[in-house]
């Protein structure tokens, strides 16, 4: 099929890749070769992130290795809501990470297959477009190695690849997508995990009262004049600036959430020097305490990389819309973010492996609010997906 040579920018804000074909119920097999043979939803697109985590743009994850099309999105928007991926035809991707439940679940575990529970929370499934490596201790690569592996685990979707493969090739609507987007005999499981992955690299979080407000600052410096000159002048910056304001009327940036940005990014309290970037993860791995003491604790990374200084450590989650997935933690002990402040002004628990980034932090009664405050204040706004219209 014939297609441009340059990607095609899409706002990802818009949400309009996870909108689904168009129309009611079921998606036919005519429905599908119907959209298969628009050359423009083969076409590559370049995804445009939304204001605050654009600062990310310039290193948006795994979009070279498998370049994002709207039908593989689509493809796997679907795959994502099908709970014929896993072996009794209950489960689905969305029953542990819901977009009603800010993309992970609000239990203590992932619950899956006969209700069987696993020792980890479900983590979010957005902003993964800024993220390499998967799971809390980074053991999968990609996320394309990632989305393949929640079906075969035995406490999640506890099917087999080989059995998710035969059940998808009985489903023809299926069959000609993937087909069409990757070529003859395209129904493996490889693919399937390039078709998810493309459609989680399209949720994110839009912008939340915090990226409003620091898009704002530069401008609070100005005068009126200065203002005046910039409407005759520059009338995108300015609009741009009324715009600011006018979203920070409907959804403010209270001062206890801009002391806590300061606390935040401060050097007593540094939870930037973990939680930092446009995501607010550095990507990295650290001991933080939590599930110690204990006899068997859960040694995390530790048992990817069989390094001592890995003990106990996992991947600092991201601060994004963190509001909406309580409970919190690779082991989701912790129930509101005011108890998680409270872990880390005590210093976190002690243990042998601890970051030495974690120590005890004196912070008053108001100073913990803050803290709280500015982290709801990083909450955006999910842009609606379409959960049903899956092949017959
Ligand atoms: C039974 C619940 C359950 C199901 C079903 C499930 N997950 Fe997960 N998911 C989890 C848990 C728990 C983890 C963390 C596990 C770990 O780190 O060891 C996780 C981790 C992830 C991560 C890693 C996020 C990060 O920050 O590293 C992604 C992405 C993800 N799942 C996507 C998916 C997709 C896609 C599917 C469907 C193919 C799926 N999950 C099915 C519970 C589930
Ligand atoms: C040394 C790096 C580091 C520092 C400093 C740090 N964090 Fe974290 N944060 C992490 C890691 C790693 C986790 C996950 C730990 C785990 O589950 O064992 C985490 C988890 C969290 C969570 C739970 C998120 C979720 O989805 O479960 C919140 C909220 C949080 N941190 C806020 C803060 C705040 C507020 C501060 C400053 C007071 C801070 N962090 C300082 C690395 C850090």
Redesign the pocket.
């Known amino acids: 099929m014939a297609v441009a040579a340059e990607p095609a920018k899409v706002h990802l804000a818009t949400g309009e890749l996870l909108q689904g074909i168009p129309g009611k119920g079921s998606v036919t097999v005519a429905e599908l070769k119907k959209w298969l043979a628009d050359p423009a939803n083969h076409q590559v697109l370049l995804p445009i992130l939304p204001l605050g985590l654009d600062a990310g743009q310039q290193s948006l994850v795994g979009l070279d290795k498998n370049p994002l099309t709207r039908a593989k999105v689509e493809l796997g928007r679907q795959?994502?809501f099908d709970t014929r991926?896993?072996s009794d035809n209950t489960?689905?991707?969305?029953?542990?990470?819901h977009p009603d439940e800010g993309y992970a679940?609000q239990t203590r575990?992932?619950?899956?297959?006969n209700g069987?529970?696993?020792g980890?929370?479900?983590?979010?499934?957005y902003n993964?477009i800024l993220?390499g490596?998967?799971?809390?201790?980074?053991?999968?690569a990609s996320?394309e190695e990632?989305?393949?592996?929640?079906?075969a685990?035995p406490?999640?979707?506890a099917n087999t690849h080989d059995a998710c493969i035969t059940t998808l090739k009985k489903i023809p609507g299926y069959v000609v997508q993937f087909d069409a987007i990757f070529g003859k005999n395209g129904l493996t499981i490889e693919n399937?995990g390039k078709a998810?992955?493309s459609?989680?690299r399209c949720l994110v979080t839009g912008p939340s009262p915090y990226d409003y407000a620091l898009r704002l600052e530069p401008f609070a410096k100005l005068s009126e004049d200065d203002l005046l000159d910039l409407k005759e002048d520059a009338p995108e910056t300015y609009a741009l600036y009324e715009s600011l304001k006018k979203a920070l009327e409907e959804t403010p940036f209270t001062e206890s959430a801009a002391r806590g940005k300061e606390l935040f990014f401060s050097e007593r309290v540094n939870c930037a020097a973990c939680h930092v970037g446009p995501n607010l993860s550095d990507e990295k791995y650290h001991n933080l305490g939590v599930g110690f003491p204990a006899d068997k604790p859960d040694l995390g990374r530790y048992e990817v990389t069989k390094n001592e200084k890995d003990k106990g450590a996992?991947?600092t989650?991201?601060i994004r819309n963190v509001a909406l997935t309580s409970p919190y933690m690779?082991d989701g002990s912790q129930q509101t973010l005011m108890e998680v402040v409270e872990h880390y002004a005590k210093g976190g628990n002690p243990n042998p492996w601890l970051s030495d980034k974690i120590r005890k932090i004196d912070l008053t009664a108001q100073e913990k609010q803050d803290l709280v405050a500015y982290m709801e204040a990083c909450t955006g706004t999910f842009a609606p997906v379409e959960r049903g219209r899956l092949p017959e």
């Open positions: 795959l994502y991926l896993s489960v689905s991707c969305a029953s542990c990470h679940r575990f992932g619950v899956g297959v069987q529970e696993g980890r929370n479900s983590p979010t499934s993964r993220s490596a998967q799971f809390w201790d980074g053991r999968a996320l990632q989305a393949i592996g929640p079906i685990n406490i999640e979707m399937v998810i992955a459609f989680e996992f991947k989650p991201t690779h």
